[in-house]
């Protein structure tokens, strides 16, 4: 399976600010999934990346809020905007060349205080 | 919107006693996953079923995929502290976009 690295691993913001979540991968992947989990919850699509192509934004989620990039195969970035305490979640990559199994990034926890 | 629907919610059981999670989906699933997550951690795959009424093992753990591919269920035999986390269950649709649909998972407590 792919290495992934995630950062930061955890963060706490003001409300109002914006955080930059990474997502690297050591091997080139077909598309980019970013979830968020909030406390005690499930995991919840936000977008999925493809290089070269704008994301997908699941119902819910807006480019705005959460603008994503795909820069290349092995990288994405995910940026939660404007934050408010609503936010704070556990904010996940998950990059893929199929669809067998799924594979995640460690997870950042972002506290918005 | 499509949804899976995962129960129980929470289960806590003594060491060594069985568990069991249940998902169903409103509609047939290209195949189904199942993944654990440990507290603080993130969700790793356990095992994917593919075929209609499809059983696998790994160890003590027992995954079903039903006769129309719309339920599943996991059942650990005896119970061990390590088994301790949240179980997901997550479908792969048949039509629209190639993605997965993430039960509400169970998390599992055990009193050792």
């Known amino acids: 399976s792919a290495v992934i690295s995630q950062k930061p691993s955890r963060d706490i913001c003001q409300r109002g600010t914006s955080l930059t979540i990474q997502c690297q991968v050591d091997s080139q992947v077909t598309m980019m999934f970013w979830y968020r989990q909030q406390p005690g919850q499930s995991l919840t699509l936000i977008a999925t990346a493809n290089q070269g192509s704008e994301a997908t934004y699941e119902s819910g989620f807006v480019i705005d809020k959460f603008p994503i990039s795909r820069p290349n195969l092995t990288f994405s970035t995910l940026t939660v905007s404007n934050m408010s305490p609503e936010d704070s979640s556990i904010y996940l990559c998950s990059p893929t060349t199929g669809l067998t199994e799924a594979f995640f990034g460690q997870g950042t926890r972002l506290t918005v205080v | 919107g499509q949804q899976v629907m995962q129960i129980p919610q929470y289960q806590h059981v003594q060491e060594g006693e069985d568990f069991t999670t249940y998902c169903n989906s409103s509609t047939t699933l290209s195949n189904i996953q199942w993944y654990k997550q440990r507290p603080g951690g993130h969700p790793v795959f356990l095992i994917q079923?593919?075929?209609?009424?499809e059983v696998k093992k790994q160890k003590r753990l027992t995954f079903q995929f039903g006769e129309a591919k719309k339920n599943s269920s996991l059942h650990i035999t005896a119970t061990q502290t390590t088994d301790v986390g949240t179980y997901f269950c997550?479908?792969?649709?048949?039509?629209?976009?190639?993605?997965?649909?993430f039960g509400q998972g169970t998390r599992l407590t055990i009193n050792p």
């Open positions: 079923l593919v075929k209609s009424g």
């Open positions: 997550a479908g792969l649709l048949i039509q629209g976009a190639q993605k997965l649909v």
